[in-house]
């Protein structure tokens, strides 16, 4: 038998274990040990039976190399598979409000039921990495929605806690004018916006007023909340009408008013002219106060806090930038 030949059978012999595909590590070195040994028992002494022995040798050490590599390539294949599977079972869960996220998962998931070929699972990488990019995506948004909720129910909270103390103390009936106070308002207001509605608010500051009561008293003060009430309720058809805090009054409007209507009523209201007539140093003195307006129009996507923090600062706003009172002396 010429000498080259098994020299050319020797290197074909190693190279085929030297570039065996990689498995379990323990096969690969044992099949790597196998087909050193048959290279190494053929030599120029070896007659052509010799060489079919070794042939036959090396296909069964392959074949059995084959045998175990597809035990632990199907194990493989079949692990990640369960883990696809749990990971999307468990995100469709979480992410059944996102049915794009679902159906993209889905599709995965499909994808790598039918991996069976060494080409196939080299894209479970891929699979693998755009499952995680939903997973992240999913998980974002979650965030966010979960933040927004959690923002939504603490103002609900603060405004509860409010009501409780409002309750505790009998706020829910001003005291000076008879009219619902300001949490039956807060109340009113939110319940319109949870609902999904869009309606008016009208609130009215009267002027002066903070200056009135310092210098004539409260009692004075108090009449002309009173009188004030009376006549923004006999002009405000088709809302109701609350005490807010300080000075202010606020104009719930029905729904079914439309915002034009709702405006031009509190229009005509913002009008008013309280008069007083009170005597004090041998003389009649004639107090006025008249009203400052702000209408809202508010949708049913609004937070109610924010509505009442416009409201508060408008009032603020008056009482900050509110003259003393300008009484006209009669004799």
């Not at 190279?15 to 065996?20: D, N, P, Q």
């Not at 200056?211 to 008293?217: A, E, L, P, T, V």
């Not at 005490?243 to 008013?272: I, K």
Request: aromatic share 4%.
């Amino acid at each position: 038998m010429p000498a080259e030949i098994i020299q050319h059978l020797q290197i074909l012999i190693r190279g085929i274990a030297l570039h065996a595909i990689e498995g379990d590590p323990n096969d690969l070195r044992f099949l790597r040990e196998r087909m050193s040994g048959i290279a190494d028992s053929l030599n120029d002494e070896s007659s052509p039976d010799d060489l079919l022995v070794g042939i036959g040798k090396t296909l069964r050490v392959l074949e059995e190399y084959k045998q175990r590599s597809a035990v632990v390539f199907n194990g493989q294949v079949d692990e990640l598979r369960a883990m696809l599977s749990t990971m999307t079972s468990t995100v469709m869960f979480i992410t059944s409000s996102s049915e794009m996220s679902v159906k993209q998962l889905s599709v995965i998931e499909s994808k790598l039921q039918r991996a069976h070929t060494l080409e196939d699972t080299r894209r479970v990488k891929e699979y693998m990495a755009d499952c995680l990019t939903l997973v992240r995506s999913e998980s974002q948004r979650l965030q966010s929605d979960a933040r927004t909720k959690i923002d939504s129910l603490k103002s609900d909270v603060e405004r509860l806690s409010s009501r409780l103390k409002a309750a505790s103390s009998e706020d829910s009936q001003d005291p000076v004018t008879g009219l619902p106070g300001r949490f039956v308002a807060e109340e009113a207001i939110a319940t319109k916006i949870l609902a999904g509605k869009d309606f008016s608010i009208a609130l009215f500051a009267l002027d002066r007023l903070v200056s009135i009561n310092g210098r004539f008293g409260h009692q004075v003060g108090d009449e002309i909340l009173v009188n004030g009430a009376r006549m923004l309720a006999q002009k405000l058809t088709g809302s109701t009408l609350y005490r807010w805090s300080g000075p202010a009054f606020a104009a719930v409007f029905d729904p079914s008013v439309s915002a034009s209507v709702a405006e031009s009523r509190a229009q005509q209201a913002a009008s008013l002219r309280v008069e007083k007539n009170i005597e004090t140093d041998n003389r009649t003195v004639l107090i006025v106060a008249t009203a400052s307006c702000q209408l809202q129009r508010i949708a049913g996507k609004m937070l109610p806090d924010s509505v009442f923090k416009h409201m508060d600062a408008f009032v603020a706003a008056r009482n900050v930038s509110a003259s003393p009172p300008n009484p006209e002396f009669r004799s």
